[in-house]
T-cell receptor, first 112, second 111 residues
């Protein structure tokens, strides 16, 4: 298995534009997590899914953020409209039964 | 509210010495605790998991302890090497599947 795959690796966009981050979890894993990492706030959990169902989105900062998991092999995190303070590294991770999490390489988002 | 604290932002030690990192938590009763390593520009990588009924766990030069009374975990790297330089994160489940991470300790091993 290639591990958790995220795309794109880097994204530079202008303020106000829509940004979509993508994630392919490890096959067979039933939990998927979206995290945001910044120097100031560390690694923050935004939302997690269990068996494709969103369980807890209390970490999603604002309504501008939304996440979907249409099937077991794909998830998206969308920011619309994007703002400079959204600049961060966004990680997707997957796990089986809440055991060790496997992280993707992350997407470095810069909003100018 | 639930909180995880890692003792320091950065730790610098001499090669060959034992590095000890601390993770404290409050308002939790986790069934287990995890430690991860993160290198610059990469995602965290799982190292060890220790359960509440385990006092200590070892993996090669790594040792983790878990004191549920003190609400603390210690992470030790013995015979440290420059290649051990990285950020180390502890993580706890705040619910069945929801994993929360500490802010991390940046460890630097000088030759």
């Amino acid at each position: 298995d290639a591990g958790v795959i995220q795309s794109p690796r880097h994204e530079v966009t202008e303020m106000g534009q829509e940004v979509t981050l993508r994630c392919k979890p490890i096959s067979g894993h039933n939990s998927l997590f979206w995290y945001r990492q910044t120097m100031m706030r560390g690694l923050e959990l935004l939302i997690y899914f269990n068996n494709n169902v969103p369980i807890d989105d209390s970490g999603m900062p604002e309504d501008r953020f939304s996440a979907k998991m249409p099937n077991a092999s794909f998830s998206t995190l969308k920011i619309q409209p994007s703002e400079p303070r959204d600049s961060a590294v966004y990680f997707c991770a997957s796990s089986l039964q809440g055991d060790q999490s496997f992280f993707g390489q992350g997407t470095r988002l810069t909003v100018v | 509210s639930q909180k995880i604290e890692q003792n320091s932002e950065a730790l610098n030690i001499q090669e060959g010495k034992t590095a000890t990192l601390t993770c404290n938590y409050t308002n939790y009763s986790p069934a287990y605790l995890q430690w991860y390593r993160q290198d610059p520009g990469r995602g965290p990588v799982f190292l060890l998991l220790i359960r509440e009924n385990e006092k200590e766990k070892r993996k090669e030069r790594l040792k983790v302890t878990f004191d549920t009374t003190l609400k603390q975990s210690l992470f030790h790297i013995t015979a440290s090497q420059p290649a051990d330089s990285a950020t180390y994160l502890c993580a706890l489940p705040s619910s069945a599947s929801k994993i929360i991470f500490g802010s991390g300790t940046r460890l630097s091993i000088r030759p």
